[in-house]
């Protein structure tokens, strides 16, 4: 297996190297995720059995009436194409087929469920796990058992759609976990044999870069915070304003800050940061660093060749952003003895491995790294990234709302269960308040403290 992510990682590499030379025009072919589903349907678990028996009951329930349904309806469907192409000459008998298929459909999904769950309740654990493992093999894994690991060092188990977006995961991590739902909450991928690490987007379908991963791969999904998910919405111009000095930056208004909004996001074409800079470049097959220097453009990275200027004409492509993907690093300062540790990574999702075709830069120090990660971000995603936002700040605000209407329908309901005191205590002094919240019973004041 080791052998043919080798080969498979050097082919990948090869076909990108030569839709770079060969320009825009030319794509690299487009990789079927669903290729590796066919004996994958768990990330973060070594055996099949371990993923299913991790699931909560209701997920597990959910799953195998799910799987039956899908079933009992690819079958009706294969049946009704099979029979539709023996006899298409005459419309009359395709009136009838037509009937007959539809007395043969099976039970309305309302009913089929109904009996799914009677019978669920008869069956074991083990069973409903043995026929989840048959109906995700007959379904080619359009359904994926995932483990997240959260900050504390436990995890979650997730059964994960191939529709589901990572902001519908995140949805689901935040009922699981009863956390907050700020902005800030971030699925990530880690990659520990490259040391690298990256944030799903919101609007990314899960299972598709999960899919791309090999099997048996060490790779991790964690849930945690992350100030830098949306910090060019919250922060704009840090990024739109680069060029200023920080005193200028720190104190501008949120008026101007949702100006600057306004003028780079909400207009017809989005406009990327007008990025720029010397960094430090990772020769391919070697530990030597070589400055260069970068601009950052909306199709992808350039550099401005030894002789030449900074003029459109005389700029050379490093990497478009079609078909790759922007890791963080982590170590890279004693692994590849690059200057500092604030390193980027940009490589197609696919490739695994250490490999020539990775491209690493190296950043002077963390600001420069969030201003040229987050900005390659904004040039990659586009307004997508920005509609992103808009909908976790939605959702935070939501959540707020709700929170507010469960506090006051609480207090409500505890005020009109709490005893009516004929006297209200008084207290002669602040160190006579209690320091501990009140029990739902509260006594008449002690006599030391009733009013004379």
């Known amino acids: 297996m080791d052998d043919i992510d080798a080969m498979f990682s050097h082919l990948l ?103 799914a769950v009677k019978m669920s309740e008869r ?7 043995k026929m989840a493992l048959e109906k995700l093999k007959e379904a080619k894994v359009k359904k994926l ?98 060029k200023k000095k920080k005193e200028c930056l720190n104190g501008i208004k949120e008026d101007a800050k949702q100006l600057l909004l306004k003028e780079n996001f909400g207009g017809s074409a989005l406009i990327v940061p007008d990025l720029e800079g010397v ?19 909306a199709s992808g990275i350039y550099y401005v060749p030894k002789g030449k200027t900074k003029s459109t004409s005389d700029l050379a492509c490093f990497v478009r952003f079609e078909k790759v993907n922007i890791y963080t690093t982590n170590n890279y300062k004693q692994k590849y003895r690059a200057p500092t540790n604030f390193c980027f990574m940009v490589k197609h999702p696919c490739i695994q491995k250490d490999s020539q075709y ?36 939605k959702r935070v605000s939501t959540s707020l709302i709700y929170a507010a209407q469960k506090d006051h329908s609480n207090s409500h309901t505890t005020e009109l269960s709490l005893p009516r005191s004929s006297s209200p205590a008084k207290f002669e002094d602040v160190a006579d308040y209690p320091h501990e919240p009140p029990p739902e019973f509260i006594p008449p004041p002690p006599p030391k403290h009733a009013h004379v």
């Not at 973060?44 to 028996?53: A, I, Q, V, Y």
């Not at 074991?124 to 796990?129: E, G, N």
């Not at 987007?201 to 949306?230: G, M, T």
Request: glycine share 4%; charged share 25%; proline share 6%.
């Open 13 to 115: 590499g090869e076909i990108d190297h030569l839709s770079q030379s060969l320009g825009p025009a030319v794509d690299p072919p487009e990789l079927d995720p669903r290729s590796n589903r066919e004996s994958t349907f768990s990330i973060g678990f070594t055996d099949p059995n371990e993923c299913l028996n991790e699931l909560e009951d209701n997920d597990l329930d959910a799953l195998v009436a799910d799987l039956g349904t899908r079933s009992a309806l690819q079958e009706f469907t294969t049946y009704l194409q099979e029979s539709s192409a023996a006899d298409n000459h005459s419309a009359s008998p395709s009136m009838s087929l037509g009937s007959e298929a539809v007395a043969a459909l099976p039970p309305p999904p309302h009913n089929e469920s109904s009996g």
């Open 123 to 129: 069956q074991t654990k083990a069973d409903k796990i």
């Open 145 to 242: 058992i995932i483990k997240v690991l959260l900050s504390d060092g436990s995890s979650k188990t997730l059964m994960v759609d191939e529709r589901q977006t990572v902001r519908e995961v995140l949805d689901n991590l935040f009922e699981k976990t009863h956390c907050d739902c700020s902005i800030d909450w971030c699925l990530c991928e880690a990659n520990p044999e490259l040391e690298i690490e990256r944030g799903f987007e919101d609007h990314e379908c899960l299972v598709d870069p999960l899919s791309a991963w090999p099997r048996h791969s060490e790779n991790k999904i964690y849930f945690v915070l992350k100030p830098q998910k949306y910090v060019m919405f919250t922060e704009p111009q840090l990024f739109y304003l680069w």
């Open 279 to 297: 960094l430090h470049l990772k020769e391919d097959g070697k530990k030597v660093w070589k400055p260069r220097y970068f601009m950052l453009r």
């Open 358 to 393: 990775t491209k690493i830069l190296c950043c002077d120090n963390e600001h420069i790294l969030s201003l040229w990660v987050n900005s390659i971000r904004i040039a990659k995603y586009g307004n997508v990234l920005y509609k992103n936002y808009q909908a976790a700040v």
